[in-house]
Structure formats: structure tokens, C-alpha cells
DNA sequence: GCCGTTTTCGGCCCGACTGTTTTCAGTCG
């Protein structure tokens, strides 16, 4: 039983809690519970031991006690009784959006309403309009959002729609009246999976701007629109919000709005310390309360959100790191991490040509990339076994590497590195022997196939690749693809160990439907010792640009220009590529 | 149900929009 499972457990009482009506405060400890226990970077084998469970903030006695129920039984009584009360499917009614609790409650007890099938059904009818509460508007709401959650599964690639995200954004810069503009949420914070898009434009012409926003032609529908609030969906699907504030309220829309809610309840707990409170427009003075003995401290003034943290006492926090996952103790005591820019990096390793499946030679991944003002390519086209990408042979390789030599000739001051992205077969055994691995610069190790070994067997799989001393680095650690295929089972925290030990990096591969390894792993691996690689795995000239999503998983990670060795010069790079093979003996 | 540099009791973030009512409840972020 791992964590996201109990995180999952707990979320489902709450709901279970809600549609019972029961106490609102009782509801959100779990919430803040499961919360809590997402971002816990403690032990699993803890989740046993009720001791160590209290100590994890938002859990105490009663949660601690079902946790470990959860754990040592596989089951939770109370849950069990919880869910006995109500039909099995109930909860996918909390999926459509407009409907919450209230809603659901009164659907089931007045027309026995269950799931999503009876719903439609009870709409088709005309019985829901009939209930108190609800009208003919709700319900054509209600089937509208029926008809579209098939359409609109709700859950976007931070890279699906970044280019709508900056063209409108663009736009909005672009109207004379706007002063400042920013999309902020689960975007500016550059989680990998975004819900929607939050736009703050600060302005003393909100109705031009609103009407701009709403008439954009990369609009698809109107949501809702109010005189400061509007909300449109993108052809692409995603839902798209608007806030227009004036200049003094800017810093303060902006941090509310980016979140994440988890770190903006200790930004306004820290400001409710002070005598203050904090809202998305302003910082004011608390009213007075006759028990309150001492006075507030003067509210300096916040003109941008920097100013907000100094004047909590904090230094500013990079909304990459607004999880609520440490940021607020380094920023209190000045140990926050200088973190990584995209400008720092100097070049990248794994990309493909058109030998195996990308779509772009040599030659023109080699021109993009100075393009882009790197240094120096790494190619690593596929290894035989990956038939399915057209994987080189020893033959082909050692064509590519004759080319790659060649061209490197007529280079300045950059050059390509000759890889190759080799199989880690089944038994963790290379697609290729170790003399013909030896006449590459590097080895870029991945697995490709297999993907439903037992964790043990894969962790022993990897790991065995790691202690070839040709193996430079690995590849998108877990394989996921993100909303389509889960991560296959691998016990990274002893990956991390292996890479340690062995002098392998680790890539973050920056395609956007991978984003592997993922950034709540690289405060251990940081810690570990293991370096950084980020790679696009570029399957053509225009892919490369995808390095920028890697900086936003490294920058969440807490990674700095010394995590990762795509920051150092060409001048220093060869060494670096090298060093596990002299460690190993196996060249000068 | 959780929590405490005011507190072991009495708080718990709070504002905008929609729809249904006629002053507000429900939902959302």
C-alpha cells in the first residue's frame, strides 16, 4: 500500500463525509490530511506506526489510527461503512462540473439519481428542473456537461497547450491598455499537468480587456463573464480564466492566483500572524479584536510580489517552488536554492536523426541546435532491438559515428557527441557489447520494452544497467507517458542509490508527454549526489525547444546550474562524459 | 478532525459568479 493510495482513501471519506452533510471543518481535515501525506517525503514503512504519523502535519490521533489500519490490513472499517451508505458509483457525479455535494445529495434521495447514465436520464425527462434549488438552466448545464466530458477529459500537458497559453498571453501584452500581464496557477508553477489557465492582467480599462479576452479567436465558447472575472474554453479544450485588477492590486492577484492553495494558506496564516490579513487584493490590517493585545506591525508597502514575501519575512520564493514543500523554511533563513535558467544550458544528449525514427539529419539537428546557441548535440538514435524505431545495428552505428566525425570537422566552436540510446534488454543485459559501446562518447541507457516485470525484477533490470561503466546515463527513469500510460513499477529511491554509486546521471527528459524523472524525486537524488541531464529526446529540429519544459521540472526539483552538467562548457563536458569510464579503467 | 509564541476550546481562507430567488445557497478556485 503506498501513499497515493491512502492520500486517495482519505479524499474519497471526505467526499463520502460531504454528501452525509456532515460537519465542513471534519470534511477538510481529511483533505488537508491526504494533502499532507501527498507531499510527505517520509518512509512508506512509517505509514505502520501511528507515532511517526502524528508527527506529519494535519494527521493526528483518529487519522493516524485509520491510516495504520489502512496499512497493516489492507482495509478500513470505517471507510467500508462509509461507502456501504451510498450507491458504489456516486462519486463519478463529482466529475461533472456544477455539481457539488448539495447538488448530488439532492439528486439521489429525491430521484434516486446514482450515476451519471440515470442522470442523463432524469435531465432527458425534465425531472431535474422540477427539484427546488435546480431549473431548467441547471439542468441543460448539467447535460451539456454530460455530452462534453467525454470531449473534454479535463486534464492537459503543460506542453499541449503552452502555445496557446503564449499567444494569448502575447495578445493581452500587446493591448495598449494592459499594464501588466501573467498567466499564473498550476502553469507559472510549471506542474506538468495543468487544468486550466489563469490570466491576471492589471489594467484601468477592465471592460477593453475583458471584451478582448472573450472575442479572441483562440476562444471556443464563453463560460461565465462578470466585470472582473471572465471564463472562456480554448479550441483546444482547456479552460481559460481572466482577472483584471488595478496596478495596487497586481502582486497580490498574482501570488493568490499561482498558488498553489496549499502554499497560499501558509502565506496567509504567516501574514494572519503578523496582525494581517491577506486577500487577492490587498494586505490590511486585521479588524480589531478586543482580546487583541498587541498592535499589528505596520503593512509595508507591496508593489510587487517580492515585497509580499519580504514584508512576511521571507525571500522571495520562485513559484516553480510553491508546493508547500520546504519553500517556507529555506526561505526564512535565506537557504533558498539559486535555481537553474533556461539560459544556463550549454547543450543536451539525447536527441534523434533520421537513421532510426527521428525525422531530421544530422546535419540539421546539428544547425538547429546551434540555432538555439548550444555548444554541443549529443545523438543517440535506438539500438537494434528497438525495431520498432528503425534501431541501428553495429553496421549503422558505426556509419553514424563515421559521419558524425566528419561533420565535426567543419564545426567551430561546436560539435556533436557520437551516443546511442541503447535497449536495456530484459535481464538488464545492453542492446550492444561493451567493445562496441567503448567506441562511442556515450551511452544513453533506457528501457523500451517489458514494461510489466515486478518492481524487483525492473529495479535489478536498471540497476544492472547502471554499473556498466559505458552507461553515461539513463533515460525517462519510469516510462511513463503521461495522462496515457502509468509508470511501470521501479523503486526509484534505490535507482537514485545505483546512480549514486555508479556515477550515472539521470535525465529528466523534457518531451512533455514524459517529464521523467519527475521533479518530486530530485530533492533525494539532489541529496544523493546524482547529476541532472536534461534531454529532449528530439525526434526533429523543432523538438529541441522542449528543453524548456525540462528547466521547469529542474527549477521544481530545486535544481541549480551545478545539479546539472548540460551547464558546463564544451571545454568541460568531454571530461565530465568520461569520467565514470576512467573511474571504471576502462580508458586512459 | 486538527491545532496552539493568545488558546486544550473554539476556531478552521474567502471572494466571484451563477442560478434561483427576492436575499442567498451552491460551486469553484
Known amino acids: 500500500?503506498?501513499?497515493?493510495?491512502?492520500?486517495?482513501?482519505?479524499?474519497?471519506?471526505?467526499?463520502?463525509?460531504?454528501?452525509?452533510?456532515?460537519?465542513?471543518?471534519?470534511?477538510?481535515?481529511?483533505?488537508?490530511?491526504?494533502?499532507?501525506?501527498?507531499?510527505?517525503?517520509?518512509?512508506?514503512?512509517?505509514?505502520?506506526?501511528?507515532?511517526?504519523?502524528?508527527?506529519?502535519?494535519?494527521?493526528?490521533?483518529?487519522?493516524?489510527?485509520?491510516?495504520?489500519?489502512?496499512?497493516?490490513?489492507?482495509?478500513?472499517?470505517?471507510?467500508?461503512?462509509?461507502?456501504?451508505?451510498?450507491?458504489?458509483d456516486i462519486l463519478e457525479l463529482f466529475s461533472l462540473p456544477g455539481l457539488g455535494a448539495k447538488k448530488i445529495k439532492a439528486l439521489h434521495e429525491k430521484l434516486q439519481v446514482s450515476n451519471i447514465a440515470q442522470l442523463h436520464e432524469a435531465c432527458v425527462a425534465g425531472r431535474v428542473a422540477e427539484l427546488p434549488g435546480f431549473g431548467k438552466t441547471t439542468q441543460e448545464k448539467i447535460c451539456r456537461a454530460i455530452d462534453e466530458r467525454q470531449k473534454y477529459a479535463g486534464t492537459f500537458q503543460l506542453g499541449q497547450i503552452a502555445g496557446e497559453a503564449e499567444r494569448l498571453q502575447d495578445d493581452l501584452r500587446s493591448h495598449p491598455d494592459a499594464l501588466h500581464v501573467c498567466i499564473a496557477g498550476s502553469y507559472r508553477r510549471r506542474k506538468e499537468i495543468v487544468r486550466d489557465l489563469d490570466f491576471i492582467v492589471a489594467t484601468s480599462a477592465p471592460a477593453e480587456i475583458s471584451a478582448l479576452f472573450i472575442q479572441h479567436p483562440l476562444v471556443e465558447s464563453i463560460i461565465a463573464q462578470g466585470p472582473t472575472k471572465s471564463s472562456v474554453r480554448l479550441r483546444s479544450g482547456i479552460q481559460c480564466d481572466l482577472r483584471v485588477v488595478t496596478s495596487a492590486e497586481y502582486p497580490f492577484a498574482l501570488n493568490y492566483f499561482t498558488g498553489s492553495k496549499e502554499h497560499n494558506i501558509e502565506v496567509r496564516s504567516r501574514a494572519l500572524k503578523r496582525g494581517w490579513t491577506l486577500n487577492e487584493y490587498r494586505l490590511g490590517e486585521t479588524p480589531s479584536d478586543p482580546k487583541q493585545t498587541k498592535t499589528p506591525k505596520k503593512i509595508p508597502p507591496v508593489r510587487e510580489e517580492a515585497d509580499l514575501y519580504r514584508?512576511?519575512?521571507?525571500?522571495?520564493?520562485?513559484?516553480?517552488?510553491?508546493?508547500?514543500?520546504?519553500?517556507?523554511?529555506?526561505?526564512?533563513?535565506?537557504?533558498?536554492?539559486?535555481?537553474?535558467?533556461?539560459?544556463?544550458?550549454?547543450?543536451?544528449?539525447?536527441?534523434?536523426?533520421?537513421?532510426?525514427?527521428?525525422?531530421n539529419s544530422l546535419e540539421e539537428m546539428a544547425a538547429a541546435a546551434q540555432e538555439l546557441g548550444l555548444q554541443y548535440l549529443g545523438i543517440a538514435d535506438h539500438s537494434r532491438s528497438s525495431i520498432q524505431a528503425r534501431g541501428l545495428d553495429e553496421a549503422r552505428l558505426r556509419v553514424q559515428l563515421a559521419m558524425i566525425r566528419k561533420l565535426n570537422e567543419s564545426f567551430e566552436n561546436f560539435r556533436l557527441f557520437?551516443?546511442?540510446?541503447?535497449?536495456?534488454?530484459?535481464?538488464?543485459?545492453?542492446?550492444?557489447?561493451?567493445?562496441?559501446?567503448?567506441?562511442?562518447?556515450?551511452?544513453?541507457?533506457?528501457?523500451?520494452?517489458?514494461?510489466?516485470?515486478?518492481?524487483a525484477e525492473m529495479t535489478k533490470r536498471v540497476i544492472r544497467a547502471l554499473q556498466n561503466p559505458h552507461v553515461a546515463m539513463l533515460a525517462h527513469p519510469t516510462g511513463r507517458l503521461l495522462l496515457k500510460r502509468d509508470r511501470y513499477a521501479i523503486d526509484i529511491p534505490?535507482?537514485?542509490?545505483?546512480?549514486?554509486?555508479?556515477?550515472?546521471?539521470?535525465?529528466?527528459?523534457a518531451a512533455p508527454k514524459r517529464l521523467d524523472l519527475d521533479w518530486r524525486w530530485w530533492p533525494l537524488a539532489k541529496e544523493k549526489g546524482v547529476k541532472c541531464v536534461i534531454n529532449p529526446d528530439a525526434h526533429g529540429v523543432e523538438r529541441l525547444q522542449e528543453l524548456w519544459f525540462g528547466v521547469g521540472v529542474a527549477r521544481k526539483g530545486w535544481l541549480t546550474r551545478a545539479d546539472v552538467v548540460n551547464c558546463l562548457p564544451l571545454g568541460k563536458i568531454q571530461d565530465a562524459l568520461e569520467e565514470k569510464r576512467r573511474a571504471n579503467g576502462v580508458v586512459e
Open 311 to 359: 514584508a512576511l519575512d521571507l525571500d522571495y520564493i520562485p513559484p516553480e517552488l510553491r508546493e508547500n514543500c520546504g519553500e517556507f523554511e529555506a526561505a526564512a533563513t535565506g537557504k533558498l536554492p539559486r535555481l537553474l535558467e533556461a539560459e544556463n544550458l550549454r547543450g543536451t544528449f539525447h536527441c534523434h536523426t533520421t537513421a532510426s525514427d527521428g525525422r
Open 1 to 88: 500500500m503506498d501513499k497515493a493510495t491512502i492520500a486517495d482513501v482519505l479524499e474519497k471519506i471526505a467526499t463520502l463525509l460531504e454528501l452525509k452533510g456532515e460537519n465542513p471543518f471534519k470534511i477538510r481535515a481529511y483533505v488537508n490530511a491526504a494533502r499532507s501525506l501527498e507531499t510527505w517525503g517520509g518512509n512508506i514503512a512509517d505509514l505502520a506506526n501511528e507515532e511517526t504519523l502524528e508527527k506529519i502535519p494535519g494527521i493526528g490521533k483518529a487519522i493516524a489510527a485509520k491510516i495504520k489500519e489502512l496499512v497493516e490490513t489492507g482495509s478500513l472499517k470505517f471507510f467500508d461503512e462509509l461507502k456501504a451508505e451510498f450507491p458504489a
Open 494 to 509: 534505490a535507482v537514485i542509490e545505483a546512480a549514486a554509486e555508479t556515477g550515472t546521471w539521470i535525465e529528466i527528459n
Open 418 to 455: 557520437a551516443g546511442v540510446e541503447c535497449d536495456i534488454l530484459r535481464d538488464g543485459s545492453l542492446d550492444f557489447p561493451d567493445a562496441v559501446l567503448a567506441e562511442l562518447d556515450y551511452v544513453v541507457a533506457s528501457v523500451h520494452s517489458a514494461f510489466t516485470l515486478s518492481e
